[in-house]
């Protein structure tokens, strides 16, 4: 479909924004760019994007990285998008485009002619006479300035997905007995949290919360006198004493999430599913990710009554040509788990 260029993965962040390319050749896929950059100050907002600015940056950081393929799929927030999974009456083929914007216009914000309406048949039940479809709506003039962007910045945009459905994609793709399972993903980003529940590979529920690490981070400053950026530095470094303090402070920060994920986690077995089914594992991406091997695991365990992991979405690849290695650490590349699971709509068969 994309040809033998595969697709990069853009995911364009309030703080960084990250960048991936996987390649398949004679069935083995590598690991041909992966990197991150600072997103401009302001380029997003609740209309989109500023199509300028982000066009000039796209452009400088593909041309600094030297990243020769120009077809591209991203990553929009899943605060743009409004996500339902729908049972609904069994149609034939040709009829569930229009059984589906029927549905979409009931949760639409405004009209149906100024949204985006995309679908996936999640399931049919020939028995039943019923099919499962997940829909995704997003504002129409969000979607434009984004394409706007990537026109200016001469990419090509072939694939625009939601952030959490592409972290999911990386999960499902590097841990395929996950799809026998009931999973839960979390995200924890920089102005927000995403929660996206899997049943044997199928999102049956998303959820977006406010909840962010801009916060913590904003109080870190003041407790221990530090500046943002030294924050990241002083984690990654050998066990001190300060690191000990930022660890046990950002630890007891995030208790709060956890009480929001369980709530979450109980809203979903009681409103959501037929019966209540325990989550096999919850999987933390994203900031939570990098912060795993310093976070208080057994008693996140204990608050969520489930197996608490992480993973990277670099496993399975070849690395021989990457140079900047230190983003494939198990811990960093949590970073990269929405840009990767884009660029793995790519990768295709050969």
């Not at 899943?78 to 009931?106: G, N, R, Y």
């Not at 003039?141 to 962007?149: D, L, M, N, P, V």
């Not at 625009?160 to 799809?179: G, R």
Request: hydrophobic content about 40%.
């Amino acid at each position: 479909m994309f040809g033998k260029t595969g697709l990069v993965g853009v995911d364009v962040g309030h703080y960084y924004t990250k960048v991936v390319e996987f390649e398949r050749k004679k069935g083995v896929i590598s690991l041909v760019k992966v990197f991150k950059e600072r997103t401009p100050e302001g380029v997003l907002s609740a209309d989109g994007c500023d199509e300028v600015v982000l066009s000039e940056f796209l452009r400088s950081i593909f041309s600094e990285h030297k990243v020769k393929n120009r077809s591209v799929a991203f990553g929009i927030n899943s605060s743009f998008v409004i996500t339902k999974t729908l049972k609904m009456p069994l149609v034939v083929d040709e009829e569930i485009e229009q059984a589906v914007m029927w549905e979409a216009e009931q949760y639409a914000p405004v009209g149906i002619e100024e949204v985006n309406v995309s679908y996936q048949v999640l399931g049919k039940d020939e028995n039943k006479k019923e099919m499962v479809i997940l829909i995704a709506i997003t504002k129409r003039g969000i979607i434009e300035s984004y394409k706007a962007a990537f026109k200016r910045a001469k990419l090509r945009l072939e694939i625009v997905d939601v952030d959490v459905f592409s972290a999911s994609n990386a999960f499902l793709f590097s841990q395929p007995k996950a799809l026998e399972k009931h999973n839960l993903i979390v995200d924890l980003g920089y102005l927000s949290t995403k929660l996206v529940f899997l049943k044997k590979g199928t999102p049956t529920f998303t959820r977006y919360m406010d909840f962010n690490f801009s916060h913590i981070l904003k109080e870190a400053e003041d407790v221990f006198n530090i500046k943002e950026e030294e924050i990241e530095l002083v984690l990654g470094r050998e066990q001190s004493e300060k690191k000990e303090s930022l660890v046990n402070f950002l630890n007891e920060k995030l208790f709060v999430l956890y009480t929001q994920i369980r709530n979450s986690i109980t809203f979903y077995n009681t409103s959501i599913m037929d019966i209540e089914e325990p989550i096999d594992s919850i999987v933390f991406t994203g900031v939570l990710g990098v912060l795993y091997e310093n976070l208080n695991i057994e008693r996140i365990r204990d608050i969520l009554n489930s197996e608490i992991t992480y993973f990277s979405p670099f496993d399975f690849a070849t690395k021989d040509n990457i140079e900047n290695i230190d983003e494939v650490s198990k811990g960093v590349s949590s970073l990269y788990c929405v840009a990767s699971g884009l660029s793995l709509r790519g990768v295709g068969s050969d």
